[in-house]
């Protein structure tokens, strides 16, 4: 197994790097995310570079790559910046349930407005209640002659509000059924329709730039043929999408890490205590030593899980192992950066105290640590043992 990166790919790293370089001004990050503001104008020249939905096909506004290039793109903004990163990488959310499930007019339709900027899309799919355990599910669709009636409250929806143009809803389709997984389906919603309401998820640790709220959905009527793929097959599209998903945050957190290693690093590489500077203490390389190592491990397991799917062998451990070790690793490196710059750390300006705020909400989206590792060992226990990637 060889994760060479080509050198088409090497241009994308190149492109990002040069975009984020021009485009992620310090003070404007910082006000961005002190105001709680989704960075639009950013986002919107990242689109006309093609950065966003770069997987989708060319047919539908999209670069015609795959999901190691979506992962590169991920990794070296967040790399750049955790915040405005994030909110670039994950501007699309959900479209993928579209882009693997939806009939041709709906990726026609859709997908280009996503790719092209012209719209947010976001995933109502968890709730509350149920947390993870999504066949708990209380959100309704009911057929009222050709349209579908929808009610519910999701929580936690990112990209939720003005910009967003549509939502993808998990609903309860079993008409009278109590909620159970094999009545789930999911149905596209534009935002704008009538009974759709998001209310502000409030402040929060990290991701502040991001605008993530609950949306309430009463009496929100659709017609029949926003159903995404097939009735009922709800749960199949969520476990897919969700494979899909977390290799895209497991590169984000991976970015994050490096970014908050690379500013420590200048940082004890050009300032002094006790007349030396503080690279130069045996227990800083240690340190040092260890992220570099925790992040290239995150960074193997993350570029396989891509390839892996490239190759249309799309494994959920192997996603999940991706996000566990790369939460893991920005967690812990964000961790020491702060450490390393001492009180500087703690301050705004240096950044790093804002990639360590974001990598803790990175790690919870997409399913918690404990999630991925239950994913894990259900793999293992379905392949009896057998530590082999299938
Ligand atoms: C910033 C942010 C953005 C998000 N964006 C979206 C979005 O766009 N769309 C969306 O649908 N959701 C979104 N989420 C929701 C996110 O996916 C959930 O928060 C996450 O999956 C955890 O679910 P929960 O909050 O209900 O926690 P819970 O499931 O209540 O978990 C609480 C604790 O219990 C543990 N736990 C849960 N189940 C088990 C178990 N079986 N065994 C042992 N321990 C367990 C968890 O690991 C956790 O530590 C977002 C969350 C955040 C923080």
Redesign the pocket.
């Known amino acids: 197994m060889i994760f060479q990166i080509d050198k088409s790919q090497q241009q994308i790293e190149k492109a990002v790097d040069d975009f984020a370089r021009g485009e992620f001004k310090k003070e404007v990050v910082a006000e961005l995310a002190e105001t709680r503001q989704f960075p639009d104008k950013i986002w919107k020249k990242a689109c006309q570079l093609g950065f966003m939905g770069i997987h989708f096909p060319e047919s539908y506004g999209g670069e015609g790559l795959g999901m190691v290039e979506n992962v590169l793109v991920a990794e070296r903004l967040c790399r750049a910046d955790s915040s405005i990163g994030t909110c670039l990488s994950r501007a699309g959310?959900?479209s993928e349930f579209i882009l693997r499930f939806g009939n041709e007019n709906q990726k026609k339709k859709w997908l280009p407005k996503v790719a092209q900027g012209k719209m947010l899309a976001?995933?109502?799919?968890?709730e509350?209640r149920?947390?993870?355990d999504i066949g708990l599910c209380t959100t309704t669709a009911v057929k009222e002659g050709n349209e579908w009636v929808i009610n519910g409250v999701?929580?936690?929806?990112?990209?939720a509000g003005p910009l967003c143009g549509f939502y993808v809803v998990l609903c309860n389709t079993g008409e009278n059924e109590p909620a159970s997984d094999r009545h789930l389906s999911t149905i596209l919603v534009e935002a704008g329709r009538d009974g759709v309401a998001v209310i502000d998820g409030g402040g929060?640790l990290?991701?502040r730039s991001?605008s993530?709220g609950t949306v309430r959905f009463e009496q929100v009527r659709v017609p029949l043929e926003h159903l995404v793929g097939s009735e009922n097959a709800g749960r199949e599209q969520v476990l897919t999408c969700f494979t899909e998903r977390r290799i895209q945050a497991a590169a984000e957190l991976l970015g994050v890490a490096e970014g908050a290693f690379e500013r420590a690093f200048q940082h004890v590489a050009q300032r002094e205590q006790f007349r030396r500077k503080i690279i130069d203490f045996q227990v800083t390389r240690q340190k040092l030593g260890a992220m570099a190592t925790w992040i290239q491990a995150a960074r193997l397991l993350t570029y396989q899980a891509a390839s892996h799917f490239d190759d249309g062998g799309a494994s959920d451990r192997l996603s999940a192992m991706a996000k566990l070790q790369a939460t893991r690793t920005a967690l812990a490196v964000c961790d020491e950066a702060v450490q390393l710059m001492g009180g500087y750390g703690y301050v705004q300006e240096y950044e790093v105290e804002r990639f360590f705020r974001d990598a803790r909400?990175l790690g919870?989206?997409?399913?918690?640590?404990?999630?991925q590792k239950?994913i894990i060992a259900e793999s293992l226990v379905r392949a009896r043992g057998s530590l082999a990637i299938s």
């Open positions: 959310y959900a976001g995933g109502a799919i968890l509350s149920e947390g993870g999701k929580s936690f929806v990112l990209n929060m990290g991701l991001m993530i909400a919870t989206l997409d399913g918690t640590q404990i999630a239950n």
